[in-house]
């Protein structure tokens, strides 16, 4: 089955612990993006990717990193997390160049404490 | 930042036709229009996409008026199921092939029995 898969759907941490949500696409899609979503903000982009080694910002890249090592994974990593990052996570994939729409990943739930 | 309007919400009942519209008055002449919804807190979905011409999937139809200013999007038998959060989204481009999704509050459609 077509899908994009993040782990793990829920998690609670402690301001300042490390911690990496994982993405990983199975349609060998270019295109991979994370966004958060927010009471009254809707979703917003965090940060986006093109292809393997090419990464940009999005609107909210603030305490955010990523990366693209491989094609169908594209891991969210919080250095140092903080209360304002408790949010509602999706990563979404898409084929460069097709015009059918972005599979979004089942979501990720984080609170930080 | 969204170039979409939605109405906040609609009802619906059971077996009817749901018609949703969207404006988009700044729309470009080459954007194209996606719908997408979100079923409670899980991943948002695509439903269908179109440039000028009515479109049609298994999932639904979408009429696209002939300015472009304003589409529709009709589920045709709405089930309970369909109770959602539905997203009319303008694709924006950037420089360089990068993209996002803008999207806004969506119209909260509660389909009846």
């Known amino acids: 089955e077509a899908q994009v898969t993040q782990n793990p759907r829920y998690l609670i941490t402690v301001t300042g612990k490390k911690l990496t949500v994982t993405c990983s696409q199975n349609?060998?899609?270019?295109?991979m993006s994370w966004y958060r979503q927010d009471p009254g903000l809707g979703l917003r982009q965090i940060y986006y990717s093109m292809n393997v080694e090419v990464t940009d910002k999005g609107d909210v890249p603030e305490g955010y990193k990523v990366s693209r090592k491989e094609k169908r994974n594209f891991p969210l990593i919080l250095e140092s997390p903080s209360p304002n990052q408790t949010s509602l996570y999706f990563c979404?994939?898409?084929?460069?160049?097709?015009?059918?729409?972005?599979?979004f990943g089942s979501g990720t739930r984080l609170t930080v404490v | 930042d969204a170039k979409t309007t939605q109405p906040t919400s609609m009802d619906c009942a059971e077996g009817r036709a749901a018609n949703l519209p969207c404006n988009h008055s700044t729309i470009s002449g080459n954007e194209y229009v996606y719908w997408y919804r979100q079923i409670h807190s899980q991943g948002p979905q695509y439903i269908i996409h179109g440039l000028k011409n009515n479109e049609t999937n298994e999932m639904a139809s979408l009429i696209i008026t002939e300015d472009r200013k304003s589409s529709t999007l009709i589920l045709p038998h709405a089930t309970l199921r369909d109770t959602a959060v539905y997203y009319c989204i303008v694709r924006v481009e950037g420089q360089g092939g990068s993209e996002k999704l803008v999207f806004g509050k969506g119209t909260k459609l509660t389909v009846n029995p």
């Open positions: 979404a994939s898409r084929r460069t160049g097709s015009l059918l729409g972005y599979t």
């Open positions: 349609m060998n899609h270019e295109y």
